[in-house]
């Protein structure tokens, strides 16, 4: 026996099928996010790849700066500041965009991918080909690390994890905010309504 389908009247006086969807929300959804040790894997596995020393820094720089793949593919040489530590993260979609500071680790992981990097181009990320490092590779790439892993990966979930450690850690919201180039502040909610670290507590 089939389900039934609710319907609604319309002006003209016929009954049509609703076709309104229920709202989502991340929080409502499958985990959309890694967690640190499974990151680590990812940067462990990187390392692995014919070109290991660019694609780990592609998923340490993902990570650490939110950053969706159209935006990184876009990274050029004069957005990075190395004497300053700075990175200039230009963001799409009418993101905010802001200089954000490169940590240590991730200074030295884009110190020895440059020494390695044969190319002319203003990119940061060049493919094997010498071009631009196009979205799809970047998706292939990251698929394929998955697929060895037993992880589902895919280039958003890299920026989710990086809202979602900052939430956990209990950076204020505005920062998050800023960080991530949100206007609208809604996005930013999903991280911290979906943190662990604010039900700390609630049983001692």
Known sequence: M???TKKKKSTNGRNVRSTRKKPTDLHEKDRNYFFGDEIE???EEAKKNRYGIRDNLIILM???HGFRVSELVNVTLKDIDLKRAR???QRVKGSLSTEQPI???E???IR????ERDSELPWLFVSERRQQLSRKALNTMLERMGERLGLHAHPHKLRHSCGYYLADKGIDFRVIQDYLGHRDPKH???YTRIAGSRFEGLWR
């Open 2 to 4: 089939g389900t039934k």
């Open 41 to 43: 894997q990812l940067l």
């Open 62 to 64: 993902m990570y650490r």
């Open 87 to 89: 990175i200039w993260v």
């Open 103 to 105: 940590p240590g680790d």
């Open 107 to 109: 200074l030295r992981a």
């Open 112 to 115: 020895r991918y440059l020494k």
């Open 188 to 190: 930013t909610m999903i």
